[in-house]
């Protein structure tokens, strides 16, 4: 069963940066579709990005276009988000997400395996 584990997740200013990693174990995330998901206190969960396993393709929600990137590194096995000018309002607790379809989407219910979540804070 796939395990994901989220990690770099912290508290940054207003106009910084971060940058999230989704890793797993004994198996190879680039035979995954990977999709990063965020959930604010009292919202549903929303997806941010998403990079296909199948030419590695991508796609953002348009709140965070231009801002955030997702991208693999295949000799640590990591999907990482690189998330730059930060706004308070993308607090959240943010979570990588894997499937073994080849698609693109920001649905919750195209992805079947989560990791736990890392949270996010941009405050001054």
């Known amino acids: 069963q796939l395990q994901l584990v989220e990690s770099g997740g912290g508290l940054v200013q207003p106009g910084g940066s971060l940058r999230l990693s989704c890793t797993t174990s004994?198996?190879?995330?680039?035979?995954?579709?990977i999709g990063w998901f965020r959930q604010a206190p009292g919202k549903e969960r929303e997806g941010v990005a998403c990079?296909?396993?199948?030419?590695?393709?991508?796609i953002y929600a348009n709140s965070v276009k231009g801002r955030f990137t997702i991208s693999r590194d295949n000799d640590k096995n990591t999907v990482s988000l690189q998330m730059d000018s930060l706004k308070p309002e993308d607090t959240a607790v943010y979570y990588c997400?894997?499937?073994?379809?080849?698609?693109?989407?920001?649905?919750?219910?195209?992805?079947?395996?989560w990791g736990q979540g890392t949270q996010v804070t941009v405050s001054s």
């Open positions: 990079i296909s396993s199948r030419d590695g393709s991508a």
């Open positions: 997400a894997a499937t073994v379809k080849s698609l693109l989407s920001l649905k919750t219910y195209s992805f079947d395996a």
């Open positions: 004994g198996l190879t995330l680039n035979d995954f579709t």
